[in-house]
């Protein structure tokens, strides 16, 4: 990826052909299209959304674009925010609007909550129907290895988030957070990411989130992978974050199908 781009946290498509990314707090309130190649082809500059601190990038069935500003490290933030773009490949110009969808966490009580809660920070969502499910990065010390996932509707408005579950991804802290999600244009596979692990949900149209994860799929990647999308039903494309020498790359992965009934459920394919 371009060296601008140096904290790429979410990307999405809506054709297969152009990315969008956004990068973290600190960074510009822009959203970046680029080719399949990761140069830049297009800006736009992000209308009243200011970047504190951009974590994810997803879209709806009808070109919605929806930039989360919920990275809430320190678990402090009363002010996390959803914003919901229009179709950017039809927008003219190098501006975009943006309207606000305010939530606040129906079981945070205290600003910030003592270490062992510390359950509230955010860099993954995706829409499915017509509400926003956002899956939790747990900051809690000591780690249990849970993610909390929550939703609230797509429209613009504030709301209280509903409480939807709680699943358990891993126990070490360095690559069992969830750093980003992305669903598949059928609807039919769910995937996290964390640093250096997919955990994949199959049939998530039938069965929701149902008792966790089918399968976790290691990717052969310690990066900093934060950014995840379908450019079809099987082929996902991942970002990382540079970090000195190492990252800021864009990366081809093909999903493997779940495999027979009977056959190991955990896979460890490489990223190329």
Known sequence: MPKRLDECSGITTLDGKTLWVIEDGGNKDIMYGLDLKGSIQKEFKVAIAK??????????????????????????RKNLVIHK????LR????????EPIAFSYPDQKAFPPPFADRRFDAEAFFHFGNRLYIITKNQSDPFDGTAQVYSIPDSAGT???RKEL?????????????????????????????????????????????????????????????????????????????????????????????PPTGAPGNQTPSIP
């Open 51 to 76: 970047n504190k601190d951009w974590e994810a990038l997803t879209k709806d069935s009808l070109g919605n674009l929806f930039i989360g500003d919920f990275g809430n490290n320190g678990n402090k």
């Open 85 to 88: 773009l229009p179709n950017p």
């Open 91 to 98: 927008e003219k110009g190098d501006k975009i609007s943006a």
């Open 159 to 161: 709301y209280t988030a």
């Open 166 to 258: 709680q699943f358990r991804t891993c126990e070490k802290r360095s690559s069992c957070r969830v750093t980003d999600a992305a669903l598949s244009p059928d609807g039919n596979r769910l995937v996290l990411l964390g640093y250096g692990t997919l955990w994949v949900f199959e049939n998530f149209r039938e069965k929701g989130f149902g008792a966790g994860p089918g399968r976790t799929i290691a990717l052969g990647a310690t990066t900093q992978l934060e950014a995840v999308c379908f450019i079809d039903n099987q082929l996902l494309y991942l970002a990382d974050e540079r970090v000195f020498r190492s990252g800021g790359n864009l990366y081809a992965f093909p999903l493997p199908y779940m």
